[in-house]
């Protein structure tokens, strides 16, 4: 379980596999650049912080992970996270949180809690998903109107403020974005080998450094990029901010987990591979806190260029590796030209991302899903975008177990069960009538907890005789919850003090042994509804 993916696919590994693994690792490290730049810019760092991120993260997750070909860096679900951490905290701030968000991961990996996350409804990953993508793409409007709105403006004054300044709009930089996004989706019709993006930033940067477009470069806004590594200094650390950071970090370390998770396993469909959950996020938390400690950003598994991995010919975390290696070099010697990609031209890739991030297929399947699927997806994706990605989720995964919680009570029922095994005759020597009935049966369908305890002692209130034996028949309880034992204990005490006799029919063991545990003593127990008669016979020496 906690063996990196990279010492098992080593022992087998062939020159073969290694040419593969190295032409995927180095178109995926070439696209990776471009990304990882305006993926730190939207989220209000500088250009070099979101690099950093790549050749750490990257490489750490390769060596370390649990997926074959898990590629990982800096992803557009981080954007709004990163920003407000940001904002609110400063740089030093992100980095501790990253930090204690990579802890975080570390633990949960440890815990195992790997399965648990892939159980948080899909409703929430694609609410938060999209709500991201509208973040994104919002904040990309700047760079291809040439409009300033600032930074702090919330997600309704930012499109008030566009809205209000259309007049103001560098219309050369506008006409060449919608170009550059025409070109953006129509490219891959023509070659899915080459990326789009790396030809866009290639040809932009030669057209607006020639031909004077104006347009706002890298440099022109941040300066020259160097690949600064700022280590955490711990005389610079406030402790008594920690407190406040806790919240980020989680937020950091959950939609970390759910990001590379599902991308892992979208990987693993890709190949037929089956990852190692917890593994992997033993790998994102080290990486995450390497990333912070050396002035990088939170890292997780990039879903769109671990696909563009696998569809290369990546097969082994060797790729990953050579991903970040191709980064580091290309870094090396081509820094000085960097500064001149225009900011639209990032901001025009940003746009194809958000378009493809965004779930469309879930706002289709609006009209076909449960009403309370709708509601947790619906609120989840407003709630992202208009306040802020921590509240979406908060809010987001309390609906969903309410509204789960609901739909358990709604199919968990106690019911009368009409006896159909007793012959006429037996009734009749029973005094088996409708208004007075010596033996009572009722049957629990479904789990049995707080939903249906309540139904368990409705019952106790609105009975107006009492049976010499009242069974529960519970074939169909896969569990009983504490809510519902004490329910049951408090049923039990008064239908003794009645005089009635209270036996559970048909139990598993599991429910059988929670009962037991309890302590409800007024409990007897039969393994077969017929029992109870046999019972009753030599209570009344009819036996």
Not at 105 to 124: A, D, E, H, R, W
Not at 359 to 365: A, H, I, L, N, P
Request: contains cysteine.
């Amino acid at each position: 379980m906690f063996i990196p993916k990279l010492f098992t696919t080593l022992k087998d590994y062939t020159p073969k596999m290694f040419l593969s693994d190295l032409s995927a690792g180095i178109i995926v490290g070439i696209i990776a650049i471009p990304l990882s730049i305006a993926f730190a810019i939207s989220s209000g760092v500088s250009p070099e912080k979101g690099i950093i991120t790549a050749i750490i993260g990257g490489f750490i997750v390769a060596v370390l992970g649990g997926s074959r070909v898990q590629i990982a860096g800096p992803t557009g679900a981080f954007v709004a996270i990163v920003y407000g951490i940001v904002m609110k905290y400063g740089i030093e701030g992100l980095m501790i949180s990253t930090v204690m968000g990579g802890v975080i991961l570390v633990l949960m990996g440890f815990l195992k809690l790997g399965s648990v996350i892939k159980f948080i409804p899909y409703t929430i990953t694609s609410g938060f998903t999209s709500g991201i993508a509208v973040i994104i793409f919002t904040g990309q409007i700047n760079d291809i109107t040439g409009l300033t709105a600032p930074g702090e403006y919330s997600f309704f004054q930012k499109w008030y403020y566009y809205f209000s300044n259309m007049k103001n709009i560098n219309f050369t930089v506008f006409i060449y974005s919608v170009i550059a996004v025409i070109f953006l989706f129509l490219w891959p019709k023509i070659s899915k080998k080459i990326p789009a993006s790396i030809i866009l930033i290639i040809f932009s940067t030669i057209i607006n450094y020639f031909f004077k477009l104006n347009m706002e470069t890298i440099g022109g806004k941040f300066g020259e990029i160097t690949l600064n590594f700022q280590m955490i200094k711990f005389s610079d650390i406030n402790f008594s901010d920690i407190n406040f950071l806790i919240m980020p970090a989680l937020s950091i370390a959950v939609l970390g987990a759910i990001e590379s998770l599902l991308s892992a396993v979208v990987s693993d469909g890709m190949i037929g591979g089956n990852h190692r959950s917890n593994m992997e996020l033993v790998a994102q938390g080290v990486a995450n806190i390497f990333s912070g400690f050396t002035g990088g950003i939170p890292v997780t598994g990039a879903i769109a260029r671990t696909a563009a991995n696998v569809k290369n010919g990546g097969r082994t975390p060797v790729a990953g590796i050579i991903h970040s290696v191709t980064i580091l070099f290309i870094m090396i010697f081509l820094t000085p030209y960097l500064k001149y990609i225009p900011l639209s031209a990032l901001a025009c890739v940003l746009i194809f991302v958000s378009v493809n991030m965004f779930e469309t297929e879930s706002f289709k399947d609006i009209k076909r899903n449960h009403i309370y699927d709708t509601l947790v997806f619906v609120i989840t994706f407003i709630l992202t975008f208009s306040v802020n990605l921590i509240a979406a989720i908060e809010v987001g995964i309390v609906l969903a177990a309410f509204l789960f919680m609901k739909r358990m009570t709604d199919v968990s029922g106690i019911n009368y069960f009409k006896n159909e095994i007793r012959s006429n005759e037996i009734k009749d020597t029973l005094n088996f009538t409708e208004k007075n009935k010596e033996i009572e049966i009722y049957e629990i369908n479904g789990p049995f907890f707080f939903g249906a305890a309540e139904r368990l002692l409705k019952i106790n209130r609105q009975m107006n005789y009492f049976p010499k034996f009242l069974v529960l028949k519970m074939t169909q309880v896969p569990f009983i919850d504490s809510t519902a034992l004490n329910a049951l204990k408090k049923f039990a005490f008064s239908m003794k003090k009645k005089g009635t006799d209270i036996f559970i029919a048909e139990a598993g063991e599991e429910v059988k042994n929670s009962i037991k545990k309890y302590g409800i003593d007024e409990i007897s127990y039969i393994n077969e509804l017929e029992e109870i008669y046999k019972i009753y016979d030599e209570s009344k020496g009819l036996a």
